[in-house]
């Protein structure tokens, strides 16, 4: 392989490496086998440009128009004329498809569907990053400034991703680069010619520098100065206590942790900053599922955190110290034992596809049993993942406590330890007067704060004229509740936050409450919660009753009993029961039914057969080409890696069968013997076609034996010097260092003697030399002679030897075409 082939090759990978970390991005991924399609075709097309050869300015454009006709093709084929030329309605149709792409980013959340307009941006985008790289790389011969659109690939996609692409992300872009640095290093010095080993370091014969089987010493060390750089990134950041996040952390969330013991403290960043766009989403993903015996989940609303500190910016968590998940929660702060309570419990699987730092729970939880690094915040009984723990395919269960305080004991409730509530009544000074004085004008006539309360949520959800609105622009600030009391319309967000703050204002304490509604209830009895789900609600503190939940937000979630203008008379009812279809104690696998969905198949809810089975993402089914191509790449990534051992197996096969099977010359490398007559792949003139034939296919059988246990060939040596070579370096001793003599001298015999006579038992002699080698080899030297083998160089050879005579028949053929071209050309004009 020419040097810029190689480099074109490794430019084509370090982009799809780079790309790489953009496939979290968006789901399914398959959009990376149309970037690597198209990218193939661009790079083809500056390679042929390249061999003409044109001018870098006209390569460039070469390249640039092949990969608007790839894009053509594959995005706006309908509108193109002929299926692939950019006409003027295919530019329209691509500008729409970007401006659609550029709407649906700004509308998802990651991991965003693959609308057909994202797929245009992703490869698009890719291709361009590729081009630029193949131009500056391979065109320019400038490996080292294609650096820079890789990192920009990748810096995009850590952007995108929240602050980080991962570590496998970065592993396969930075060693994407580090491999074109050395494909260029090794094209610069093949150019210095041949150089010439030693016994110890020899390549194949005739060849220059770099393309032979062993890696001479600048590349070698190239290896290892790249190894160790990407090392060095990866673990010193690490080390260092000041960088305990490292290059590859996520870094900017704020959290502490307080390691496995009970102290350690936790900062969360605020979580309404993704609240919106969850609920934005056009596909209603299922996060969560989870089977209870409560009978009216109506009201089971799942609770991930409480939002404590209103600074006049934002609502956000305060700085709390965590313990260890006890094995009973402590008693809820200011519940009262008076207080209708029932315990329900709930099993509970998070979705793979869902991953979030707080463990939703229903308020207040009792006793939680989950498996993970989670800790437990007491103040506002949070569990929270340590070291970088999510809910991801989480299973877990909770008993928590239905309080249902009646109204009476609200409306009764004493005041509030002085401590809680000069925390929970703070608002900033720079509240505007407006909300204050809303507040008192909106709860004039009300006898205590539980009224207020009612007053307030009322106001808001019906009787002020607020309207629902999820597109609203969301804010935090103190200007934000005075412009949301103008305006009247926003979603969950604005109602929760305006409420606890206008209720502080009143001294009630109160704090914001993030996590999910209920969920929708399926035929099986178990209740799924989708992305949509997401919501906000105030918690107003009431002592005897604890933190209460109120539902100021119009057409979203469900008002408490309690907490209705007009609560029911009667006598109270009994303790709640589980419904017939539900047992006292929920399974924690639930079963399967005729109505299974593909989501509860893909979270294990529909027994084992069925979750074995397998489901598709939707309800479309499996698609057929995604399919084939992960089963395809599943067995690649299987295969390749024994790939040499099965050559390895074939080869010794091949060599020691009956008839015996001598390589053609341009396989066999250094180290194997030519046959004297000087034609290869044929048996010399001197001996009996088969013995000869034979002998030499086990003579190449021992020598590549000893190559694989680390005794590298050397073709300046005699066969009888060979073989002494071989038994001295390899420490052969009895049989196995004899059969190495006995095929040596009837390799001489072969090829020098007038007759060769047949020897008997060949195989068996490299039986033997190998057996010595195997047991002379510790365990490391045996595997990597079982697995790679060094002499499955070989193949390489192989293939540069018949792209090599591939290419100059071509170019014999082109020379004798042209020539037969001009004389014809000469011959008619002299006829005219």
Not at 413 to 434: I, M, Q, W
Not at 681 to 704: F, K, M, P, Y
Request: proline share 7%; aromatic share 8%.
């Amino acid at each position: 392989m020419s040097g810029r082939a190689r480099l074109t090759l490794a430019s084509w990978a370090a982009t799809l490496m780079a790309a790489g970390a953009l496939l979290p991005l968006v789901k399914p991924a398959t959009w990376i086998f149309t970037a690597a399609f198209v990218l193939a075709l661009v790079s083809g097309a500056g390679t042929l440009a390249r061999r003409v050869p044109l001018a870098a300015p006209l390569t460039l454009l070469a390249q640039t128009v092949v990969a608007l006709l790839a894009l053509t093709a594959v995005f706006a084929r309908e509108q193109a004329v002929l299926w692939f030329l950019p006409g003027p309605q295919a530019v329209t149709h691509a500008v729409e498809l970007f401006r659609a792409g550029a709407e649906d980013v700004g509308q998802y959340a990651v991991p965003a569907p693959d609308t057909e307009g994202i797929q245009l941006m992703l490869v698009g985008g890719v291709v361009v990053i590729g081009l630029m790289v193949d131009a500056l790389a391979v065109t320019f011969r400038k490996a080292a400034p294609a650096g820079l659109p890789l990192l920009a690939l990748y810096s995009v996609a850590a952007g995108l991703s929240g602050g980080g692409a991962g570590r496998l992300w970065f592993v396969l872009a930075g060693t994407g680069y580090l491999l074109l640095l050395l494909a260029e290093g090794r094209d610069r010095f093949s150019q210095w010619g041949r150089v010439f080993g030693g016994a110890q370091r020899t390549g194949r014969p005739g060849t220059a520098v770099g393309s032979g089987g062993q890696a001479f010493a600048p590349v070698r060390t190239g290896r290892r100065i790249g190894a160790l750089a990407m090392g060095v990134a990866l673990v010193v950041p690490l080390a260092l206590p000041g960088l305990s996040g490292g290059l590859l952390g996520v870094g900017g969330e704020g959290e502490g942790s307080g390691g496995s013991g009970t102290g350690g403290t936790i900062s969360t960043v605020n979580p309404l900053v993704s609240l919106q766009d969850d609920l934005r989403q056009q596909e209603d993903r299922e996060v969560l599922r989870y089977r209870t015996n409560a009978r009216d989940t109506s009201g089971m609303y799942l609770r991930l955190v409480a939002l404590d500190q209103f600074d006049g910016l934002s609502w956000k968590s305060s700085v709390r110290p965590i313990v260890d998940v006890p094995e009973r929660l402590p008693w809820p702060d200011g519940l009262a034992q008076g207080v209708r309570v029932t315990e329900v419990t709930g099993n509970f699987v998070a979705s793979e596809n869902y991953e979030q730092k707080w463990l939703p729970m229903p308020y207040p939880a009792s006793r939680v049993d989950v498996e993970g690094r989670w800790r437990y915040e007491p103040a506002g009984r949070m569990l929270v993942g340590d070291d970088k723990q999510t809910t991801r395919g989480a299973r877990y269960q909770v008993a928590s406590l239905d309080v249902q305080p009646t109204a009476e004991q609200l409306a009764a409730a004493g005041p509030a330890p002085e401590e809680l509530r000069r925390e929970y009544t703070k608002v900033p000074v720079s509240l505007p007067a407006d909300v204050r004085e809303t507040a008192r004008k909106v709860t004039a006539g009300a006898d205590n704060d539980y009224e207020r309360a009612l007053k307030l949520q009322d106001w808001f959800a019906r009787d002020g004229g607020f309207r629902y609105d999820v597109d609203v622009k969301s804010g935090t600030g103190v200007q934000a509740v005075s412009r949301f009391l103008k305006d009247k319309e926003g979603f969950c967000v604005h109602f929760s936050f305006s409420m606890a703050a206008m209720a502080r204002s009143l001294g009630i304490p109160a704090r914001v409450a993030v996590g999910f509604m209920p969920g929708t209830p399926q035929s099986d009895g178990s209740v799924s919660v989708g992305i949509r789900d997401a919501h906000a609600w105030p918690e107003l503190y009431f002592e005897g009753a604890g933190w209460t939940r109120f539902e100021p937000t119009p057409q979203r979630g469900s008002t408490p009993s309690y907490a209705r203008e007009t609560v029911p008379s009667g006598p109270a009812t009994g303790p709640a029961q589980p419904r017939p279809s539900a047992s006292a104690q929920p399974s924690a696998a639930p079963s399967a039914s005729e109505s299974c969905t593909p989501q509860m198949r893909k979270l294990g809810d529909c027994g084992q057969e069925t979750a074995a089975a397998g489901a598709a993402p939707d309800d479309s089914g499996a698609d057929p080409l995604a399919t084939t191509l992960i089963v395809l790449g599943v067995a690649v990534v299987l295969v390749l890696p024994l790939l040499p051992l099965f050559w390895r197996n074939r080869a010794r096969a091949r060599r020691l069968g009956p008839a015996g099977a001598w390589e053609p010359e341009e396989t066999a490398g250094p180290s194997g013997p030519v046959p004297a007559d000087g034609r290869p792949g044929r048996a010399s003139a001197r001996g009996a076609g088969g013995t000869a034939a034979r002998t030499l296919a086990v003579w190449r059988e021992i020598n590549d034996t000893a190559w694989d246990y680390g005794v590298e060939p050397d073709e300046s040596q005699t066969p009888r010097r060979t073989a002494a070579r071989i038994v001295r370096l390899g420490e052969l001793r009895g049989e196995s260092a004899d059969a190495v003599h006995r095929v040596a001298r009837a390799v001489e015999e072969v090829l020098y003697a007038p007759r060769s006579q047949p020897v008997a038992n060949l195989a068996e002699e490299a039986g033997r030399v190998r057996a010595g080698f195997h047991a002379g080899a510790d365990r490391r030297t045996r595997l990597r002679a079982l697995l790679a083998p060094r002499s499955a160089v070989r193949v390489r050879w192989a293939a540069s030897a018949r792209w090599a005579t591939a290419t100059a028949r071509w170019s014999d053929r082109r020379h004798a075409l042209t020539t037969r071209f001009r004389r014809a050309r000469r011959t008619g004009c002299r006829a005219a």
